[in-house]
């Protein structure tokens, strides 16, 4: 099997997920009196989820560049 020539960037992902989900939680405090505040107001449970994906993503991939440095 070859290997991708592209790294993956679980770094950014995991950023991006961090940021997505910290936008679907406090989305509703600022969307307040408009049509798009009930959508959001009921995505807390994504909201959640995101934030965890995120920081998960972001400690695996700390931890990879962790014990990659540790074998140089």
């Known amino acids: 099997m070859a290997r991708p020539s592209r790294q993956p960037r679980m770094l950014e992902r995991g950023i991006l997920c961090l940021l997505i989900g910290a936008a679907v939680l406090l989305g509703p405090h600022f969307l307040q009196g408009t049509r798009w505040f009930e959508m959001v107001a009921g995505a807390s449970v ?9 920081a998960a993503l972001v ?7 962790g014990r990659d440095s540790q074998r140089r």
């Not at 994504?46 to 995120?54: D, E, I, K, Q, Y």
């Not at 400690?59 to 560049?65: D, G, S, T």
């Open 59 to 65: 400690v695996v991939e700390l931890v990879k560049r």
């Open 46 to 54: 994504v909201g959640w989820f995101a934030l965890a994906l995120g």
